[in-house]
């Protein structure tokens, strides 16, 4: 092959990824904007009209977590359907099926009956969703040139916050309407209704872009001829298979799952704190969350672009220990003064960064094309810990808080509110030092710039 032909292939190559790159960004802002109906702060404050108790609250926060941790069943069930596409495609619309129970408990009589189908929905849809998506990640590592993992998951993290910058918010300005107009408190529960079903006819029309991408990459072929290569847009020659080392896959997955475990304390506290003791309406909640994605937009770009040349390790440690500082934040927000949620917010931004980061630094430490399980141990891992101290520090919290308790420490007292949030970022500033027994295998990059 000659130096021409193989310049005029590399630049065939990367309009490949660039095309991949698109399909996933349609995906993805099509998912998220639907999936930010269904989930989240509306699910959460669905529940909350409905009557729900501060234990309901704490089951509805943490289900999707406990039961996400099945996606480690999912290379045993790759055994069974065989390709990551099908199984991604197929728990992709059952997830939407069994979703649609959700909305349905407003017709139900009795908040206990209306409960039990919301719980049941919700774990379906979260098993469902977990093993699915775990296989999703896995195709796209399969689909993409790890040399550009950075700025490639930073085009779909960015088309994820930039949609729920502004789709939650337009939905809790259509939430607040209905609850404040007297007129309209009848019909509000069923403006739910609407609103989960728009939210799941987007997420089914998020399939659409990926369908005509192969179920199988042909990286593993080792020639590739021209005939071919039109015939299947992944290309063999852009990138390899690599080998993963265990001993940084086991730091990756220590350090994520301790910084899970001291997340997962105040789930359950930043929303009861905001609810119904700052009393945060749900419209200001959404500025607050639209401001976080905003700055999440901007950090997710800049750490795509950098990490793509200067590797994932030191990034995620640097960002990691900024994150904490949001919990001083909260801290603050003790004597009642709400606006001190301004300054976590945005400092929650820098999630943009610790989440692109964590994510390929795991990539690039598991073995490529067999990665599935560490996905699931480290993203459903993570998940499961969260949801496990998230039960245990909301059914801690409504205990002190019926009890009209105090924390007795050898000092003096403390607000129930404030240990959770001091104990929290202590185990979140200590995570990073996990990432000090990994050692990154990073080449730094400087071509390709096109993709």
């Not at 040399?147 to 916050?161: L, Q």
């Not at 459903?380 to 039960?391: E, K, R, S, V, Y």
């Amino acid at each position: 092959m000659t130096a021409n032909q193989s310049k005029k292939e590399m630049v065939s190559l990367s309009d490949r990824t660039k095309s991949l790159s698109r399909s996933v960004v349609f995906n993805q802002t099509l998912f998220t904007a639907g999936y930010s109906l269904t989930s989240g702060g509306f699910l959460v404050f669905f529940a909350a009209d409905l009557g729900a108790s501060t234990k309901a609250i704490t089951w509805i926060l943490t289900l999707p977590e406990l039961v996400g941790m099945l996606a480690v069943l999912t290379p045993c069930i790759l055994c069974w359907v065989k390709n990551k596409k099908q199984l991604f495609l197929g728990c992709s619309v059952l997830s939407r099926i069994a979703s649609l129970l959700i909305p349905l408990a407003v017709l139900l009589p009795g908040s206990q009956t209306q409960f039990h189908l919301l719980v049941s929905a919700i774990v379906l849809t979260g098993i469902l969703q977990a093993i699915g998506y775990t296989a999703y990640l896995s195709w796209l590592t399969d689909l993409a040139p790890e040399k550009s993992w950075g700025r490639f998951f930073a085009r779909r993290n960015m088309a994820k916050v930039a949609v729920l910058v502004l789709v939650p918010f337009g939905g809790a300005l259509l939430r607040d309407w209905f609850k404040n107009d007297i007129h309209l408190e009848q019909w509000r529960l069923f403006g739910y209704v609407i609103v989960f079903g728009v939210g799941n006819l987007l997420q089914l029309t998020s399939l659409i872009p990926l369908l005509k991408w192969p179920a199988i990459p042909n990286w593993k072929t080792a020639a590739i001829s021209d005939n071919q290569l039109d015939a299947n847009p992944v290309v063999a020659s852009e990138d390899k298979p690599h080998q993963g080392s265990l001993r940084s896959l086991i730091f990756v997955l220590l350090f994520s799952w301790w910084l899970a475990f001291f997340q997962g304390l105040t789930q359950t506290a930043f929303f009861l704190h905001s609810y119904r003791t700052l009393h945060v309406s749900m419209t200001t909640y959404y500025l607050l969350v639209g401001s976080m994605y905003l700055l999440q937009l901007l950090l997710s770009w800049w750490a795509g672009t950098n990490a793509d040349r200067k590797g994932y390790r030191n990034m995620l440690f640097t960002s990691t220990l900024i994150v904490s500082l949001s919990m001083i934040c909260w801290a603050a927000t003790i004597n009642g003064n709400w606006l001190w949620l301004w300054g976590a917010y945005l400092l929650w931004g820098g999630f943009g960064v610790v989440n692109l980061s964590l994510q390929n630094l795991l990539f690039t430490v598991a073995t490529k094309g067999k990665n599935t399980l560490a996905i699931a141990l480290s993203r459903n891992g993570a998940g499961l810990i969260a949801g496990l101290t998230g039960l245990a520090g909301g059914y801690w919290l409504e205990q002190m808080l019926s009890n009209n308790e105090f924390v007795r420490l050898p000092w003096g007292e403390m607000n129930p509110f404030l240990f959770l949030f001091l104990l929290s970022f202590a185990g979140r500033f200590l995570a990073p030092v996990w990432l000090l027994g990994i050692k990154e295998n990073q080449t730094p990059q400087t071509g390709d710039q096109q993709d």
